[in-house]
Nanobody
Framework: QVQLVESGGGLVQAGGSLKLSCLAS????????MGWFRQAPGKEREFVAG????????YYSDSVKGRFTISRDNAKNTVYLQMNSLKPEDTAVYYC?????????????????WGQGTQVTVSS
């Protein structure tokens, strides 16, 4: 199985940027479809972005489209989430997740492996 560790979260002012990283170990990242999810207090975990195994196709939720970019470097076993023009409503714990079979899906229960999460807080 694969282990996932997120990093790069923190406190940022509205309009600022952060770049999250998700480092995989145990198995090569190229085996997996990858997704980023987030969960705010009192809310359900929601899909943010997804990327195919090769990295050629990406998907975004409507709330982040045009502001966030997901990418992957399979040689480095790492997936990234570049977040620009951050808003207070982006505040949440962000998780990366791996799915053993294509395609990219939006539902958390269809992902097999999860990281521990990294906190992103956007102040107004």
């Amino acid at each position: 199985q694969v282990q996932l560790v997120e990093s790069g979260g923190g406190l940022v002012q509205a309009g600022g940027s952060l770049k999250l990283s998700c480092l995989a170990s145990g198995r090569t990242l190229s085996r997996y479809v990858m997704g980023w999810f987030r969960q705010a207090p009192g809310k359900e975990r929601e899909f943010v972005a997804g990327i195919t195994r090769s990295g050629t196709i990406t998907y975004y939720s409507d709330s982040v489209k045009g502001r966030f970019t997901i990418s992957r470097d399979n040689a480095k076993n790492t997936v990234y989430l570049q977040m620009n023009s951050l808003k207070p409503e982006d505040t949440a714990v962000y998780y990366c997740a791996a799915r053993e079979q294509p395609p990219v899906v939006l539902t958390p229960r269809h992902y097999n492996y999860w990281g521990q999460g990294t906190q992103v807080t956007v102040s107004s």
